[in-house]
Nanobody
């Protein structure tokens, strides 16, 4: 599966952004999806995950209550709604797919190119 993330940009602190990740192929619904991010000078970190059906989600503590992951299998797309953004959310955001398991503990085999989010304070 090939992934393409988009929707990043510059936003003021307290604002919102919605990231999207479009997947190619007809087996999108068989993959669990995740969002990760990498801030300048830091290691990549897990943000959120969703299982194949969308019935289960998991969030990093740092984004819980502010971010929402969802998916539309009919449109081969996964979303990340980000609210109440702050400067610590500034990073390049990547979507990823795994054919086995789900959540932050899974091995993600496929990665998108990343979309940059900058939050100004």
């Amino acid at each position: 599966v090939q992934l393409q993330a988009f929707g990043g940009g510059l936003v003021q602190a307290g604002g919102s952004l919605r990231l999207s990740c479009a997947a190619s192929g007809r087996t999108f619904s068989s993959y669990a999806m995740g969002w990760f991010r990498q801030a300048p000078g830091k290691e990549r970190e897990f943000v959120a995950a969703i299982n194949w059906s969308g019935g289960m989600t998991y969030y990093a503590d740092s984004v819980k209550g502010r971010f929402t992951i969802s998916r539309d299998n009919a449109k081969n797309t996964v979303f990340l709604q980000m609210n109440s953004l702050n400067a610590e959310d500034t990073a390049v955001y990547y979507c990823a797919a795994t054919p086995r398991g789900w959540g932050p503990w899974s091995e993600y085999h496929y990665w998108g190119q990343g979309t940059e989010v900058t939050v100004s304070s």
